[in-house]
Nanobody, 119 residues
Framework: QVQLAESGGGMVQAGGSLRLSCVAS????????MGWYRRAPGQQRDTVAT???????TYSDRIRGRFTISRDNAKRTIYLQMDSLKPEDTAVYYC?????????????WGQGTQVTVSS
């Protein structure tokens, strides 16, 4: 069973920074793709940033240049450094772990951490 534990959320003023962390209890972390997603009130969950097991990153256009995703395989942890935060970044942020086999894709989600940006 894979468990993901997010931390680092909170309340910050616009222009401020937060750093989210996600610790994964997965033995195969080094070959697991990871990502951050978010759900704003009344909206669907959207992709924020992803990082493959090889370190390739992708970013949503809405946050590119402001957020940075990274991973530390030794600590089985991924991070999301969020700078220049805007009120529209307010959402619950979720950590995702996934891998693909011949038969299917496996997805696991954390409980989420709230980020609130005030104007």
């Amino acid at each position: 069973q894979v468990q993901l534990a997010e931390s680092g959320g909170g309340m910050v003023q616009a222009g401020g920074s937060l750093r989210l962390s996600c610790v994964a209890s997965v033995g195969r972390f080094g070959v697991t793709d990871m990502g951050w997603y978010r759900r704003a009130p009344g909206q669907q969950r959207d992709t924020v940033a992803t990082i493959t097991s090889g370190g390739t990153t992708t970013y949503s256009d809405r946050i590119r240049g402001r957020f940075t995703i990274s991973r530390d395989n030794a600590k089985r942890t991924i991070y999301l450094q969020m700078d220049s935060l805007k009120p529209e970044d307010t959402a619950v942020y979720y950590c995702n772990a996934n891998w693909q086999t011949i038969e299917r894709r496996y997805d696991f989600w954390g409980q989420g951490t709230q980020v609130t940006v005030s104007s």
